[in-house]
């Protein structure tokens, strides 16, 4: 099993821009999460899906989009990017009420 | 909303020191989580605990659910070990994570 995969591994965006982070697991968990880690804080819920067809909201939603079509995919839509949304983005996935196995992430910068 | 926090921010000890990092929390919870974040940046879940301990290896995670605080002690350290290491908190099908214990183990 490949586990959680992330791409890309870096990106530069300029303001305004707009992109798609991947993730994918082959785990076949019914749940995925996506983080964003900034220096010093704690990693924050930015959207999480329950399962296919279904997501909500986290803590940081704001800028962000997210779409679940398949149980193994759960991309994340940046639209109009801003030097606020430079971080390091982690996607996770887990079964319900289980440890949550995490992606290797996406350093993204904003300019 | 559920406060994490975790003490120490930093920590740096001595191979073969016994290391205890703490985890406070506000607000019922149905489960701990502890994860090790590598120098990397890869997160691994260590433990998940909803009462009592759990031990793997040279770790070991308490969890005291009256006084709604969590210790994950490692014994007999080693350089390996250093990383970072993150109290999360489960509740409502979501976790909220402590900043982070920054552990460094020097030879």
């Known amino acids: 099993n490949a586990g959680v995969t992330q791409t890309p591994k870096f990106r530069i965006l300029k303001i305004g821009q707009s992109m798609t982070l991947q993730c994918a697991q082959d785990?076949?968990?019914?749940?995925m999460y996506w983080y964003r880690q900034d220096p010093g804080m704690g990693l924050k819920l930015i959207y999480y899906?329950?399962?296919?067809?279904?997501?909500d909201k986290g803590e940081v939603p704001n800028g962000y989009n997210v779409s679940r079509s398949t149980t193994e995919d759960f991309p994340l839509r940046l639209e109009l990017a801003a030097p606020s949304q430079t971080s390091v983005y982690f996607c996770?996935?887990?079964?319900?009420?289980?440890?949550?196995?995490f992606g290797p992430g996406t350093r993204l910068t904003v300019l | 909303k559920n406060e994490v926090e975790q003490s120490p921010q930093n920590l740096t000890a001595q191979e073969g020191e016994f290391i205890t990092i703490n985890c406070s929390y506000s607000?019922?919870?149905?489960?701990l989580h502890w994860l090790q974040q590598h120098p990397g940046g890869g997160i691994v879940s260590l433990f998940m605990?909803?009462?009592g301990k759990k031990k793997h290896g040279r770790l070991i995670a308490t969890i005291n659910i009256q006084e709604k605080h969590s210790s994950l002690h490692i014994t007999a350290s080693h350089p390996r070990d250093s990383a970072v290491y993150i109290c999360?908190?489960?509740?409502?099908?979501?976790?909220?994570f402590g900043a982070g214990t920054i552990l460094r183990v020097k030879s």
């Open positions: 996770a996935s887990s079964y319900v009420s289980r440890e949550q196995f």
């Open positions: 785990m076949n968990h019914n749940y």
């Open positions: 899906s329950v399962g296919a067809g279904i997501t």
């Open positions: 607000v019922g919870i149905s489960a």
């Open positions: 605990l909803s009462s």
């Open positions: 999360a908190v489960e509740y409502g099908n979501k976790l909220v």
